[in-house]
């Protein structure tokens, strides 16, 4: 079994870095914030014994190697260590020093491995700049071209911010890794959303990832005066509420109780009191498992909107921000994860993933699967974000007996 | 009848005041550009021979007096000559100028009145500081205290914008006008709605003021991640969006067909893509000629939002920003009105005014009414606004015989 409080004092030494005075940790990938985090990591794996690379994508890997440990593809374990502007302290973090943890406990034990055992940091996972730059990186995603003239939210280029890590953005090709070098891929994360918790449950065995589309939805409709009578207007947030409102009460009928809508991000001009709004804006956020599921959505979503267009004389138009499909984890990954959780004789269920994490584009790469331990209340991404020690230490359990079972 | 080329030289020479590059015009309350159209104003009026007055709080008035008029109480019809940003060239202007070129018909025939005639114009209607302030003072609802640190948008107080004027602020209560020196108030007014245009129809025989009431509503839910699960959410968008829902539904059953909803004014946050609203609000503004109807809606509105706040664990504010009463104007001025418009055989219909008008302000103080004429496709506060010449000529006319039955 893992130490609990070794692994411990990794996460409050971590949670102090970007510490905000007002709470939550800011490390967005590139700062000298998570520079100084992933100084810690490195240290703690050389600590370790590990042999540390940093690839071209600024991903950091420690590998046990050498001695009693076979060749060939290794089994990689990890997560991110950026974080969002006033995240919590886990998201991330703890996959990785979870992992460390695993591998620091495989060489006390002196443990005999088929394979080696990689613990890894994949850079910008939040979306600084480029969301999962390095997982994309990693499997080969990602080129130059891509990323050369990207920029984080006040224009700050991540050429330039990797620059001053002594990263050279121009090679990031060269950080794809092989498939045939990787067995398996396993990543422990927080849940983020409150199913565990409220079920009472340590452990989540992640089977799939909800796929994600995501859209601009633009009303363009007529601004005129509040005072204007009620017929014949063409209010575009109106318009934009009886869309969602048709496209709400359709998806209630979609039989798929884990679809979920999040409008983010909503906007309306002139944005005045008194005026119709001529254009009204939002976000729309679809998450589901069931590959049909997101795609009769989005019709349903562009046949209500060039009724209502039709209908009103409005111009509505739908444009596609992200299409991620639902994504199925490797089977034996998953096998490995529920048995381990089994051995240990901890409650467990499987559950799917809402969020995007490192393992979903991995997973794509590569045979992956993921661990969830309870987020109390399901908080994430803010300073309130709490998972128990208890709940910890089950996770890094499940990873380290999963990480025997598929290396050992 | 009225001299229409000689008015038409007039609202071109206002429209040409404050005209932007980009099309509209920009005479906000006390600016140099509001300050050149009143100068404009006064000229016109001392070319007619007017007694010209302008008050404490910045009105204007020129005044048919003396020989063959009688004494005592006046009959008054007027508007405003400011506008807003990037408005129309008829709104406030025509009821101004209309009212002038009366003025200058009835002196011109040497018309024997019973009573004193005069134009108006009010300041600042358009609420660069304070909505009506040129009304709210004339009829004795504003003092000092009420202004004193009043200011524009960009900061700037109303105190020195008036100054700049020559205007003494802290002497505004001083516009009273004593109610039993005013026999009847007339304005005449573009309609800022479709329904003359669309019913082919020049004139309106305005007979009431909608009602309006304004909120804020204000959810605080829980802010979460959008891959959170859709059980548990408490999503402030989303509850913003049922409570909005909830609320047209009832409106539909309010069986008052001129009842508006206008939600001109939103936000939420953190307004990010990925993330469920922690916060959302909107404005809510409802009208109305119906008391009940708008005393019922707010009922409702409170209703339905303790209940979501109740079932969601959220909280939900609603606090009032403006509660107009719905006005019925003098009979006997509307009387006189449709009196006019019959004589002269122009097709006419009663008809409330959804937008708010000096006259509304007025007409809770002395007998008023207002004449309306068509607006293509109903558009004001914009560019595009647009009152064919014929329905000028028109509502002017009606305008006139309308004084002549009141002071003659």
Not at 5 to 24: C, F, Y
Not at 230 to 240: I, Q
Not at 313 to 320: E, F, K, L, N, Y
């Amino acid at each position: 079994m893992i130490d609990i409080k070794r692994l411990w004092s990794d996460i409050e030494a971590v949670a102090a870095i970007g510490r905000r005075p007002e709470g939550g940790v800011s490390r967005g990938a590139f700062s000298p914030q998570e520079q100084q985090a992933r100084t810690y990591l490195v240290e703690r794996m050389r600590e370790c014994g590990l042999e540390v690379v940093t690839d071209a994508a600024g991903n950091i890997f420690g590998r046990l190697d050498g001695e009693g440990v076979g060749e060939g593809a290794a089994v990689i374990a990890g997560s991110h260590i950026d974080s969002v502007e006033g995240g919590g302290d886990y998201d991330g973090v703890l996959g990785v020093f979870g992992a460390l943890e695993c591998l620091r406990t495989l060489r006390d034990r002196k443990a005999r491995l088929r394979r080696p055992v990689e613990v890894a940091a994949f850079a910008d996972e939040e979306e600084r700049f480029y969301g999962f730059l390095g997982s994309y990186a990693f499997t080969g995603r990602l080129g130059y071209s891509e990323i050369a003239e990207v920029t984080d939210a006040d224009g700050v280029r991540l050429v330039d911010a990797m620059q001053a890590l002594g990263l050279d953005a121009s090679a990031i090709a060269g950080a794809r890794r092989p498939a045939e070098e990787i067995h398996a891929f396993v990543e422990l994360h927080i849940e983020q959303g409150p199913i565990l918790d409220r079920e009472g449950l340590s452990i989540g065995v992640v089977d799939r990832v909800k796929g994600n589309y995501r859209f601009n939805l633009r009303v363009e409709g007529r601004s005129d005066h509040a005072g204007a009578p009620p017929e014949g207007r063409c209010d575009a947030f109106m318009l934009l509420h009886r869309l969602i409102a048709r496209q709400l009460s359709r998806q209630a009928e979609s039989g798929d109780p884990e679809l979920s809508c999040t409008i983010g991000r909503v906007a309306v001009e002139p944005n005045i009191e008194t005026v119709q709004p001529g254009v009204a804006e939002c976000s729309f956020d679809l998450r589901s498992s069931v590959p049909e599921v997101l795609r009769d959505a989005q019709a349903e979503l562009e046949r209500a909107a060039e009724e209502l267009a039709e209908e009103h004389g409005a111009a509505i138009r739908i444009s596609s921000i992200l299409r991620e499909e639902p994504l199925q984890f490797d089977a034996a990954v998953v096998a490995a994860i529920d048995a381990a959780a089994g051995e240990l004789g901890y409650a467990r269920r499987f559950i799917a993933s809402g969020a995007g994490h490192d393992a979903q584009v991995i997973g794509r790469y590569v045979p992956a699967a993921m661990i969830f331990v309870s987020s109390v209340d399901g908080r994430s991404h803010c300073p309130e974000e709490l998972t128990r020690r208890e709940d910890i230490e089950r996770g890094v359990n499940v990873l380290y007996r999963t990480l025997v079972a598929l290396a050992g």
